[in-house]
């Protein structure tokens, strides 16, 4: 997943989240997340099935209810 589908996807969530329109839950499952700078990001309830998630920074994220199993 490149900057910036990453960035729309984040942005998606965080209207998801605050429950305005055009919001959507971030879905991550299968995706390339190599390296990608998470940290501090509220994740709650994304998912993240089968991600590769090497390398990525998490520090102080929010991933209460985050789906990383099927």
Do not use: I, S, T
């Not at 996807?9 to 965080?14: D, I």
């Not at 990001?41 to 990383?68: E, I, P, S, T």
């Amino acid at each position: 997943m490149c900057p910036g589908e990453l960035q729309e996807v984040l942005e998606k969530h965080a209207r998801w989240l605050a429950g305005e329109e055009g919001g959507e839950r971030a879905d991550f499952a299968g995706q390339k997340l190599m390296g990608a700078r998470l940290a501090g990001v509220r994740l709650m309830g994304a998912r993240f099935y089968r991600a590769d998630l090497k390398g990525c920074n998490f520090r102080k994220a929010d991933l209460r209810g985050a789906n990383f199993v099927e």
